[in-house]
């Protein structure tokens, strides 16, 4: 049997069973959405594309965008996702980088990206935009809704996701298959997806986490998703009464909770809130569960192993904690050397399992250094694990603060200042320091504007050890992030370490 994503779910859902409901009222069956995925596809192949090929795609959220990231998994290609907030500049290193045989973009810029895709070398051009129009609808239009589907191994390449760094060569995630289906089956089973639920989709579709984790239990479990193309706290309050399930980010909660009509009965008929691709705060967790009487269920995961721990369905959800491994995931908490700590040490978080990507496209060195010589994944987090398995994390190995030869784990940090009357929100970075090597600098957002730094720094001391106090408390109206709400760190320190 083909282990081609597609090929796995064509069978599940009933055919006249609903697949998404768009925001302007327009109904997808299962039976539209594989037709649409049969004449795309055949549409790409007219184009030149072969099995193996790459296509990038930059491209509005529509139901039809769904259905060509089907299709290009359908003909056996790789479908290369790419945020329409890219820049022609930031376009052109993914194009060449991935050396893609098609290219689909937003008719909107096609003016612009017709040159860079001829000087990137890329075969063909096509375009769809959010009402499902363009060139590539167009060729669609006239063929036929039947194709036969690629028979592809579970380790054939599916998707080549590009990671969010905010400094150096970005590095393409090659996710196979197999690492799609096998979490998206995981977290179908952890979460309890059947075709009774309705998911509220509203995630972008060119990161994993709506791309991958929230439509995946849709299609793995034949059930239907409402979506609307972009957050937007008051459409989705009106929603909620609609769906089953919301899956979110830290932001979506907090813009909920600020609110007046959240509550109970607006929430009558979801079953499960998740948040992930940010750290949620514990307080935002109770303040939701205190006026909704739902407990968000918060889950890890990254772009190169998709979810990997996640908060039980039924059971403890600990807030400020991310659970336990998914179902096939092993974790261990190591040192610098990969020997494991025990049970409520720090350390650096490493996983194996079948979701974990084979490694980063045209970069072995960097694929070399992400694994260990035993074979488990670097995920750059450090995190602890308590006695009972669940994990909490506290920042990026990258993110760690060394003043004075002692570590400081900003998230520990951070805790503690959100905690404050007055502050809002905080993140906790390390510049350089002459005597120290590196002090510890707190940036702000405040709620009390007459809040200052004194009087955070007397607040702190008797909370903290003397060493894992701010040298510097910085004030900004707003933490920079992020697509997914993650705050950039990188520009923080670039924009602070002169300062301290």
């Not at 070398?121 to 499902?132: E, F, S, Y």
């Not at 569960?289 to 990254?302: D, K, P, S, W």
């Not at 805790?415 to 002090?439: K, Q, Y």
């Amino acid at each position: 049997m083909s282990g081609n994503l597609f090929s796995l779910v064509a069978g599940r859902a009933a055919p006249g069973a609903t697949f998404v409901e768009a925001e302007a009222g327009a109904r997808w069956t299962y039976a539209d959405l594989f037709a649409l995925t049969g004449r795309y596809a055949n549409a790409l192949a007219a184009s030149g594309v072969a099995p193996g090929d790459r296509v990038a795609v930059q491209v509005e959220k529509s139901p039809e965008a769904y259905g060509l990231y089907l299709a290009v998994l359908r003909l056996g290609a790789i479908y290369v996702p790419l945020n329409p907030a890219h820049t022609p500049a930031e376009v052109e290193y993914f194009l060449r980088d991935a050396a893609p045989a098609a290219f689909v973009c937003d008719p909107r810029g096609v003016q612009t990206m017709r040159p860079l895709a001829e000087a990137c070398g890329v075969p063909a051009l096509l375009t769809l935009d959010a009402a499902g129009g363009g060139t590539l609808a167009d060729r669609a239009a006239a063929q036929p809704g039947a194709f036969a589907t690629a028979i592809s191994a579970p380790d054939d390449v599916a998707a080549i996701l590009y990671t969010s760094g905010t400094t150096g060569r970005q590095k393409g995630a090659l996710l196979s298959h197999g690492n799609l289906s096998s979490n998206a089956e995981a977290l179908t089973r952890a979460w309890g997806f059947t075709p009774r639920d309705r998911l509220l989709h509203v995630l972008p579709l060119f990161h994993a986490h709506g791309l991958f984790i929230a439509a995946h239990c849709a299609l793995f479990s034949g059930s239907a998703m409402i979506f609307l193309p972009r957050f937007a706290a008051d459409r989705v309050l009106a929603l909620l009464p609609r769906a089953t399930v919301l899956m979110g980010v830290p932001t979506f909660y907090t813009r909920l909770l600020d609110l007046p009509g959240l509550g109970p009965e607006a929430c009558r008929g979801v079953r499960l809130f998740t948040s992930g691709s940010a750290p949620l705060l514990a307080e935002t967790s109770r303040a939701f569960t205190a006026r909704t009487g739902h407990a968000i269920l918060e889950r890890y995961g990254m772009t190169e192993a998709v979810v990997i721990t996640s908060n039980p369905l039924e059971g403890e959800r600990r807030p400020g904690s991310v659970g336990r491994p998914l179902e096939g995931v092993a974790l261990r908490i190591v040192d610098a050397e990969d020997r494991p700590v025990p049970p409520g040490a720090v350390g650096l978080v490493q996983i194996r399992g079948p979701a974990v990507t084979r490694g980063y496209w045209r970069q072995p060195e960097k694929t070399a250094e992400a694994f260990t010589s035993d074979g488990w994944f670097r995920t750059g987090d450090l995190g602890a694990l308590s006695d009972d398995g669940y994990l909490t994390l506290v920042g990026r190995n990258s993110d760690l603060v060394i003043s004075g030869g002692f570590n400081v784990y900003p998230k520990e940090v951070e805790l503690v200042l959100d905690a404050l009357p007055g502050v809002a929100e905080s993140a906790v970075i390390g510049v350089p320091h002459r005597d120290l090597g590196e002090a510890v600098a707190a940036v702000v957002v405040r709620r009390d504007p007459t809040l200052d730094a004194d009087a955070i720094l007397e607040a702190l001391r008797g909370r903290l050890a003397p060493y894992k106090l701010p040298r510097r408390v910085h004030f900004v109206g707003a933490l920079p992030r992020n697509a997914m709400g993650k705050v950039l760190k990188t520009v923080l320190r670039a924009t602070f370490s002169s300062a301290s």
